[in-house]
């Protein structure tokens, strides 16, 4: 064991292998996301389910009708909502 203050960890052959071929992926928690002014599950399906519902088809009606509206804003599984 060393009693040398390294300045950062020893990183893994594997992370290193990611990061110079170009496949590392960085997953952050959501505390980190709203801190940079993302938005939550909610208001992001809100706002998609919005978009639905003012967006017009070629034939000038909307995506979804006002009682899909409805529906999907109460649905609490917001992930489900957006994948809808």
Known sequence: MSSKIT???PLHKEILNAVNNGSLAVFIGAGV????GCLTWGELSKKLVNRCFT???LDGSSLINYKE?????????HKKTIKF
Do not use: A
């Open 7 to 9: 300045p950062w960890p």
């Open 69 to 77: 509206k409805n529906t999907l804003i109460q649905n609490s599984d």
């Open 33 to 36: 996301s709203r801190l940079v």
């Open 55 to 57: 967006e017009k088809k």
